[in-house]
């Protein structure tokens, strides 16, 4: 009896264990842009308009988060239906025979207090390489909005570079830039 009181009284003396929380990315407040430099006079800025992905954080444990994102590689924007065309065609994406980009975390390198490196594999052309990206907690809280109904709302920004040759596109390098700039934000709705 006193070896069972004593475990009851400290495993409520000890605190519980916290849990990581699943979200869901808000289709309306995720954004993946991206520059290229063309031939030296100018960089091109461009945009996926089609974002999905969740993601799991407890920021008492940030380095055991985990995110996955998928990209569709037809709604890539670049504010010239000729340019996006020509980025859809095999000479870049190929969007008709690999549709979808995915990123995938494998682990997270915590580096500050609300900042870490998070290491996965990006899978574009059909080819998988890793990939790490600099990323910043931003804010966790439920949202203000009222037609969020008070959801638990998080927030990250990302930024990375990838290499794109890498993955086998190599069309017009270098008078298009090889390093393309990535610059991610993403907001998440607890499930």
Do not use: C
């Amino acid at each position: 009896m006193r070896r069972l009181a004593l475990a009851t009284a400290l495993s409520l003396a000890l605190p519980l264990a916290a849990q990581a929380a699943d979200y869901k990315i808000d289709p309306g407040h995720i954004s993946v842009f991206f520059s290229a430099d063309h031939i030296g006079y100018s960089k091109v800025y461009g945009l996926f308009r089609s974002v999905s992905g969740n993601f799991s954080f407890d920021e008492a444990n940030m380095t055991a988060a985990k995110a996955k994102i998928m990209i569709k590689a037809e709604s890539i924007d670049t504010n010239d239906k000729a340019r996006d065309d020509h980025l859809r065609s095999p000479d870049f994406f190929n969007a008709k025979e690999f549709p979808d980009i995915t990123f995938e975390s494998v682990r997270i390198e915590k580096t500050g207090d609300k900042s870490g490196k998070l290491h996965g594999n990006l899978t574009l052309l059909g080819q998988t390489k890793p990939m790490t990206l600099d990323v910043t907690f931003n804010k966790l809280a439920p949202h203000p909005v009222p037609r969020y109904n008070k959801i638990e709302t998080i927030g990250f920004s990302a930024r990375g570079t990838l290499k794109r040759t890498d993955w086998g596109m190599k069309y017009a390098v270098p008078a298009v830039s090889d390093d393309i700039p990535l610059i991610i934000e993403v907001e998440g709705h607890k499930q």
